[in-house]
């Protein structure tokens, strides 16, 4: 295995409660599920897809996705962090939430660049942590001590591994998390 190889890991955890529980990973735009398109979007540069989810993990297998749900409940998105590392079979982790609009062509280049235990992207909306490059082995030795001390910041995680931000100027990832985000990008109503 190379040293760079790579493991998409998309973030669908989640209990979108401000889509009244609707599973982001479903939703349709022009006919083809978010977690389908954003999988694709990425699967010509990593190695292997994962899935975390909390739900429905027949429905991914269906679709030929490996979904693995949190070891542990309650622990937001480094519950779906934790699980992800722990599936992970290859050195870097890059992570996608569901809930993006769009992944630009070269985020995971622009991630790698960065160096270190890896990078989180910055768009124009500002930080986002979730859009994120770990070396896995940093990630599962950091887990531990970040988990058991009750801070449940992917922040403060990226921070003890020293990552660092990457900007992405006049690019915005978006994000559906209301009707309103849903209808601007072209999706079906929940």
């Known amino acids: 295995m190379s040293a760079a190889a790579t493991t998409l890991g998309l973030l669908a955890g989640g209990r979108a409660t401000r889509l009244d529980g609707a599973d982001k990973a479903w939703l349709e735009r022009r006919g083809q599920a978010q977690v389908l398109r954003l999988a694709q979007r990425v699967e010509a540069e990593v190695d292997a897809v994962l899935v975390s989810a909390n739900r ?4 991914y297998a269906s679709h030929g996705l490996a979904a693995i749900a949190d070891r542990r409940a309650g622990l937001g998105p480094l519950g779906g962090l934790e699980a992800l590392a722990d599936a992970c079979t290859t050195p870097w982790l890059l992570t996608l939430p569901v809930d993006l609009v769009s992944v630009n ?10 160096g270190g235990d890896g990078a989180w992207a910055e768009d124009d909306d500002g930080r986002q942590p979730l859009v994120a490059l770990w070396r896995v082995d940093a990630l ?19 921070s003890r591994l020293g990552m660092v931000a990457v900007r992405f100027a006049g ?3 978006g994000n559906l998390n209301t009707p309103p985000d849903l209808a601007a990008a072209g999706f079906s109503p929940v």
Do not use: I, K
């Open 140 to 158: 599962r030795a950091a887990l531990p001590a970040v988990l058991s001390s009750g801070e449940l910041s992917v922040h403060g995680l990226q």
């Open 105 to 114: 062509d070269c985020l995971l280049r622009s991630l790698r660049a960065a």
């Open 56 to 59: 429905d993990l027949e429905r």
């Open 171 to 173: 690019l915005r990832f």
